[in-house]
């Protein structure tokens, strides 16, 4: 009963631990000033579905006939006219479906630039775990020196060690103090970088996890995730974007229509009276924009192809790097959990020697620089141990960018 309350207190200690970062990942991507950025540039794509959802502009022309020419129901005296051109059936709608696809790859970048974000969270994380784990095992091994010193000065009493022994207790202890305090400081700039990275005061302290092991068993990840990773959907939002830009060539490249309508001011003619005398002149106009020296549309739809062509190439590269990403990170993690292991049965080991060394004084008899030399392999042990585990969840952090675990 008393393993099971451990076990259930356990499972809610890393719930609570994976919900804390969890929440320092959304508090990120909710400042960060780059994804800002992106989501502006997606708004300013969505807009411009409304900007090509429009007609040319409206001609509207006037013309007064200085030099007035006669007509048999009088003068012309000025001259209005009014012009409409509009695109081939469909074209406008294609135009739409191209700035739709072009505001949907914007999209994607924007789970890129989130998913990139949550990476460089979460190894910055770890790696402040990994600092102030190993300040936790100096301060341990610092009080352990000390104890040993405390057991040199009485063994100096009895005669049984020497006064070297107890300074080099003595510079051991200073040596782990300047390892710790160096520490400190490489955790405050760490820190720094793990608050600009959520776009908040560098100088706010960061709480991390007090203790974390590896879990039994690794997740699945599968090669098949990376199809449907976002830096490869990307190319397939801008594969399809080239052909709705092909479309809207093809409708381009069709005739305009016009419709226009011309109005004549005529004057009355003088001392003549007949029915249409000054009747002015009102005549609807129908025009055609054919573009019959169409080599531009020819040479956008070669374009075309070669960008396709480009993109396909493209995604095939990306996918081969991310592969070799993603199997680099899968033998990095199984390496730090085989490097784990070996630290513990090491550790174990040196606790066992620790144990002999103290019956050896508890004898009457011991010597000191067996002393600092098990107290060395037990420090380092650990230190190796803590850098197992947080090389082993950077590799995982890794391997849940790549895959459907982000």
């Given at each position: 009963m008393r393993n099971i309350i451990l076990i259930i207190i356990l499972l809610f200690v890393v719930q609570g631990q994976a919900q804390e970062l969890q929440s320092y990942i959304q508090e990120a991507e909710s400042n960060s000033p780059e994804i800002q950025a992106f989501?502006?540039?997606?708004?300013?794509?969505?807009?411009?579905?409304?900007?090509?959802?429009?007609?040319?502009?409206?001609?509207v022309s006037a013309g007064y006939f200085v030099s007035e020419t006669e007509t048999r129901t009088g003068a012309q005296m000025a001259k209005l006219s009014v012009k409409q051109m509009i695109p081939w059936f469909g074209t406008i709608t294609a135009r739409e479906n191209y700035a739709t696809s072009l505001a949907e790859a914007e999209f994607v970048e924007i789970t890129i630039a989130k998913r990139k974000l949550a990476l460089s969270v979460t190894q910055s994380y770890y790696r402040l775990y990994s600092i102030r784990a190993r300040q936790r095992v100096l301060e341990e091994n610092i009080a352990l020196l000390d104890t040993y010193e405390k057991l040199a000065l009485t063994s100096l009493e009895v005669g049984n060690a020497s006064a070297v022994d107890v300074l080099r207790l003595q510079i051991r202890q200073n040596e782990l103090v300047e390892r710790k305090e160096?520490?400190?400081?490489?955790?405050?700039?760490?820190?720094?970088?793990?608050?600009?990275?959520?776009?908040?005061?560098?100088?706010?302290?960061?709480?991390?996890?007090?203790?974390?092991?590896?879990?039994?068993?690794?997740?699945?990840?599968?090669?098949?995730?990376?199809?449907?990773?976002?830096?490869?959907?990307?190319?397939?939002?801008?594969y399809e974007s080239v052909e709705k830009a092909e479309l809207v060539n093809e409708k381009e490249s069709l005739p305009d229509?016009?419709?226009?309508?011309?109005?004549?001011?005529?004057?009355?003619?003088?001392?003549?009276?007949?029915?249409?005398?000054?009747?002015?002149?009102?005549?609807?106009?129908?025009?055609?924009?054919?573009?019959?020296?169409?080599?531009?549309?020819?040479?956008?739809?070669?374009?075309?192809?070669?960008?396709?062509?480009?993109?396909?190439?493209?995604?095939?590269?990306?996918?081969?790097?991310?592969?070799?990403?993603?199997?680099?990170?899968?033998?990095?993690?199984?390496?730090?959990?085989?490097?784990?292991?070996?630290?513990?049965?090491?550790?174990?080991q040196a606790d066992d020697a620790e144990e002999i060394l103290i019956k050896s004084y508890?004898?009457?008899?011991?010597?000191?620089?067996?002393?600092?030399?098990?107290?060395?392999?037990?420090?380092?042990?650990?230190?190796?141990?803590?850098?197992?585990?947080?090389?082993?969840?950077?590799?995982?952090?890794?391997?849940?960018?790549?895959?459907?675990?982000?």
């Open positions: 989501e502006l540039r997606y708004n300013i794509a969505e807009e411009k579905v409304n900007e090509v959802n429009t007609l040319p502009n409206t001609e160096v520490l400190g400081q490489d955790f405050l700039a760490e820190q720094s970088v793990f608050n600009n990275l959520l776009n908040r005061d560098e100088n706010m302290e960061v709480e991390v996890f007090d203790a974390l092991n590896l879990p039994s068993k690794d997740p699945m990840v599968s090669l098949q995730d990376l199809n449907v990773h976002p830096e490869l959907l990307k190319y397939d939002e801008l229509l016009g419709f226009g309508l011309d109005y004549v001011a005529i004057t009355e003619r003088p001392n003549m009276d007949f029915n249409d005398n000054g009747k002015d002149i009102l005549m609807p106009m129908v025009s055609v924009s054919i573009p019959i020296f169409n080599n531009r549309y020819k040479s956008i739809t070669k374009q075309n192809k070669l960008r396709q062509q480009e993109l396909t190439a493209q995604k095939k590269d990306r996918r081969n790097k991310l592969e070799t990403v993603l199997l680099t990170a899968i033998s990095n993690r199984e390496s730090s959990r085989i490097a784990y292991s070996t630290q513990l049965d090491n550790l174990q508890e004898s009457g008899s011991i010597d000191f620089n067996d002393v600092l030399d098990v107290q060395e392999l037990q420090l380092k042990f650990q230190i190796n141990g803590i850098e197992s585990v947080k090389n082993y969840y950077v590799q995982m952090a890794i391997i849940n960018y790549l895959s459907n675990n982000n």
